[in-house]
């Protein structure tokens, strides 16, 4: 984003450095290869990081202006459920979108960046020799999903520039399961709409039951704010507990409006018989309300293999929000993820990545403007 918006006001002294032998690979195997670009409405509230500098990157570029960019260069995505924005045919769509004007020789591919030292430029140190540049910007990600390119050498590279960072941790990814709910394992591929509560947060959405736990768009965006410790599980979010069970001589079961064998699992894992609602005593009404607050403690996640993004990053407090500038360096710059600010599942991690490129594109242009006049 940031190359293309120079290249198109005729900055042409830049070049990519991509170790991957082509660009933009998280891109392609984003939103299940349709690229989920960004969502209706987006502020500091669906993502973790600080908030005053979150506000301000976020309101410099909106995601109406970033579909804008997007539709002025033939591509449309289309709106979904939760607000979310993918593409028509396949995230290629935004991939071609970005490259338009910028030329071949610009991007340096399959080449690895080792590390960095500043002398009165920047030394580039790759796999394939140096580079020195005047102005360095590190756009390097985290390493979620390393089968795709993810490296922490952002991480690296801040602090061989003397920057202060988060070590990174694998979010927006599945829950492992302890003992006590195993029997989430057996209903793999099964899925229900829920609310997740963690910490002072709640997520709607879809939980998949999968062989290893669970899974889905609710549990991975609550995984981005748990740490350790209890989540509590409402698995009737639409309806209060007496809603739900209104018709006094159905059985329990059948009015949970669950999978079948989900409410039966269920039912038994919170040690409750199935019978008619107006045969429930009151220590079985107890029973029922867990279905609303269901208790659990993950075991773990599923790792960074399966992690769509990861919490941590280069401190945001030793970045200007004004222009992604280091407040240690001159015409040194930090943007996306690489930086201690990650968003829920939704689009959201696309928008900041692009609202931060902006954001460093007209603090570059100015500056640049400034150094040929
Ligand atoms: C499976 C998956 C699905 C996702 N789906 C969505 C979605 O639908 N919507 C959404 O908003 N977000 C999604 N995300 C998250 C999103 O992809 C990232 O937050 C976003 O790509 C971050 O952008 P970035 O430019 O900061 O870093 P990246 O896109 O990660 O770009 C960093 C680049 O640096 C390269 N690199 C790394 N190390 C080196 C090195 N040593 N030398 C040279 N190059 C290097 C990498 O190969 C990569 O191309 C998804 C992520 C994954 C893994």
């Given amino acids: 984003m940031l190359a293309t918006q120079l290249y198109a006001k005729g900055f042409d002294d830049i070049v990519i450095i991509e170790h991957n032998p082509r660009i933009a690979m998280k891109i392609k195997v984003s939103g299940g290869g349709k690229c989920n670009v960004t969502n209706e409405k987006v502020d500091e509230d669906n993502y973790l ?15 109406k202006e970033l579909l804008n960019f997007l539709n002025a260069r033939n591509v449309h ?32 591919l399959s080449r690895k960046v080792l590390s960095v030292e500043k002398k009165d430029d920047y030394i580039i140190h790759t796999d394939k020799g140096d580079i020195q540049a005047e102005h360095l910007v590190i756009a390097t990600g985290s390493n979620a999903y390393p089968q795709v390119g993810g490296s922490n050498i952002g991480l690296s590279l801040a602090k061989d520039l003397g920057h202060n ?42 939980l998949l039951f999968a ?7 609710a549990v991975l965006s609550a995984s981005l704010y748990w740490k350790k410790g209890l ?18 001589k159905k059985q329990v079961s059948t009015q949970m409006q ?9 039912l038994d894992s919170i040690e409750l018989k199935d019978k008619s609602v107006q045969d429930l005593n009151s220590q079985d009404w107890e029973k029922l309300a867990l279905l609303k607050a269901y208790p659990m403690s993950p075991a773990g996640n599923f790792g960074l293999k399966k992690a769509e993004a990861c919490r941590g990053g280069v401190n945001t407090q030793e970045v200007d929000f004004n222009s992604m500038q280091s407040k240690l360096h001159d015409k040194l710059y930090f943007l ?18 692009f609202a931060s490129a902006i954001v460093c594109t007209r603090a570059l242009e100015n500056s640049l403007v400034k150094q040929n006049t």
Wanted: proline share 5%; glycine share 10%.
């Fill in 49 to 63: 990081g600080e908030d005053g500098f979150l506000k301000k990157v976020l309101s410099s570029y909106t995601p």
């Fill in 258 to 266: 669950l999978p079948k064998r989900l409410s039966k699992l269920l």
């Fill in 231 to 248: 989540v509590s599980i409402d698995f009737l979010p639409k309806l209060s507990l007496k809603e739900a069970f209104s018709q006094k």
């Fill in 336 to 353: 996306g993820e690489v930086l201690d600010v990650t968003g829920e599942l939704g689009g959201y991690n696309f928008q900041w990545a």
């Fill in 77 to 108: 995505p289309s709106i979904r459920s939760l607000g979310q924005y993918f593409c028509k045919k396949s995230a290629d769509e935004v991939i071609n979108a970005l490259q338009i004007g910028i030329p071949k020789k610009a991007f340096l």
């Fill in 165 to 206: 960072s988060q070590a990174f941790n694998p979010v927006l990814v599945g829950w492992t399961v302890q003992k006590d709910q195993f029997w989430m394992k057996e209903l793999s591929g099964i899925s229900t709409y829920v609310s997740i509560d963690v910490g002072h947060k709640k997520l709607f959405g879809e």
């Fill in 211 to 217: 062989h290893k736990g669970i899974s889905g768009p």
